[in-house]
């Protein structure tokens, strides 16, 4: 296994805790501030959801070396990009949780396209 990969399954299963302490004190700010049903939680929240749930088993499925779990794992920290983005420059409050999401969904990226990494899913 690339080193590229072996840095990425790590990185992947931080967003995945991350991203649960995340979804928890959302709901908890939402549930707090007079939430009166999950129907009034931000489509945002559901799409980020969306994005953390498959995120920690896709590296976990790194070892079988197939291109659906590559191309998997890119679409995922492709939506976290966008929500982290979104979440940084549109939510100040939250700013320095959405900005370490962001970075480590683009060094995931960054890391599932080196060459090796690449190469490596090619069974």
């Known amino acids: 296994m690339p080193a590229e990969v ?8 931080l967003q995945t805790a991350l991203g649960a302490v995340m ?3 959302t ?3 939402l549930v707090m ?3 009166p ?9 559901y ?3 969306a994005s953390l749930v498959p995120m920690g088993p896709l590296s976990a499925l790194f070892g079988l070396r197939r291109r659906w779990v590559w191309k998997a794992a890119i679409v995922v920290e492709g939506i976290s990009v966008l929500v982290y983005g979104y979440g940084t420059f549109m939510m100040f409050g939250v700013f ?3 900005a370490i999401g ?6 995931v990226i960054f890391l599932l396209f080196c060459g090796n990494a690449f190469r490596w899913f090619e069974r």
Do not use: H
């Open 6 to 13: 072996k840095a990425a399954m790590p990185l992947m299963w």
């Open 23 to 25: 979804a928890w004190l």
């Open 27 to 29: 709901l908890t700010v």
């Open 33 to 35: 501030g007079g939430l």
């Open 37 to 45: 049903s999950l129907d009034a939680v931000p489509w945002l929240f």
């Open 47 to 49: 799409l980020f959801f």
């Open 96 to 98: 320095s949780i959405m």
């Open 102 to 107: 962001l970075g480590l969904a683009v060094l």
